[in-house]
């Protein structure tokens, strides 16, 4: 197996190119964003912290200008990471909202790479047993992905973010590339994922959520999204033996609490770091 060190440079346009920011002597945190997103606008509040790690950035197959060819979802998302992880080693992997099915996926076929995991709003409702909330949800979300065929980009993004319950949805600058691989994106719910076997993977694990009111929420997805996303991360850390962290001021996109959850995954990294056996440390 190759464990190059990372390049630092440009982020190339091919799908699975990393950009890798700070020196590679520090912890590798692998960063990934979700649905309609791309790497570089999804991340930015976390730049800053290539000061003390290395990090990396990088537009999930679907999403890269040039990739026209890749089909978006937990199973091109899994392939490209066990990729990206069998070059250059051990990696932190932190997942925002739908790209968390392809990082569990990506951990259960290679565990030894993946030196942790950070969930951020997770949507995988499919783990949640007996709960109305859920299980609606995810119909829904199959239903709306069954009729996708019949929308352009903008219109599905408009119908999927009634699904999840906006009162207000809030409008979208969206480039159309991220809108159509939306539109195709299999919904994360549907990946073959099951309790048992993310317990069995040991895998430190964090799953971080937004709050659930407050005046920068919209209530109605708070309630229907926001409230199946925590019912997700109890059982997610449950069965992972995890910490589940909620940023109350945060809505869906956590990250952009800058502060807060910066301090989240520095936290993360510095309770790895005092459980590692350290006379075996990985690159990772």
């Known amino acids: 197996m190759r464990h190059a060190e990372p390049d630092p440079g440009s982020l190339a346009d091919d799908p699975g190119a990393v950009l890798w920011l700070g020196s590679p002597e520090q912890p590798r945190v692998l960063l990934l964003h ?17 000061d003390d790690m290395c990090l990396g950035i990088v537009d999930r197959p ?19 990471l066990l990729d ?45 047993e007996g709960s109305s909330l859920t299980e609606d949800l995810a119909g829904k979300l ?23 319950g906006y009162l207000e949805p809030p ?10 691989a939306a539109r195709k994106e299999t919904p ?4 073959p994922l099951d309790l048992a076997s993310i317990a069995a993977l040991q895998t430190m694990m964090t799953v971080v959520v937004g709050g659930r009111e407050g005046p920068e929420h919209d209530p109605g997805e708070r309630t229907v999204f926001g409230g199946a996303l ?23 996109a ?22 590692m056996d350290h006379s075996h440390a990985a690159a990772g």
């Open 34 to 50: 979700d649905i309609a997103m791309t790497g570089s606008t999804s991340w930015l509040g976390q730049l800053q912290l290539a």
């Open 62 to 80: 679907g999403y890269a200008i040039t990739d026209r060819a890749s089909t978006a979802g937990w199973t091109s998302d899994a392939r490209m």
């Open 84 to 128: 990206v992880l069998d070059r250059n080693g051990p990696a932190h992997l932190v997942a925002h909202g739908c790209s968390a099915a392809g990082v569990l996926l990506a951990a259960q076929l290679a565990p030894t790479l993946v030196s942790s995991i950070v969930l951020v709003e997770p949507p995988l409702f499919q783990l949640v």
């Open 142 to 164: 199959g239903e709306l992905h069954d009729r996708s065929c019949l929308m352009d980009g903008e219109e599905f993004l408009r119908e999927y973010q009634l699904t999840l």
């Open 171 to 180: 409008p979208l600058d969206v480039p159309e590339r991220c809108a159509e």
């Open 188 to 191: 994360a719910c549907h990946a």
């Open 230 to 252: 925590w019912q997700t991360a109890e059982v997610l850390v449950e069965a992972a033996d995890g910490w589940l962290v909620p940023v109350e001021p945060a809505g869906h």
């Open 254 to 275: 956590v990250q952009r609490c800058t502060g807060l959850f910066n301090g989240v995954l520095r936290r993360h990294l510095d309770t790895w770091w005092s459980n």
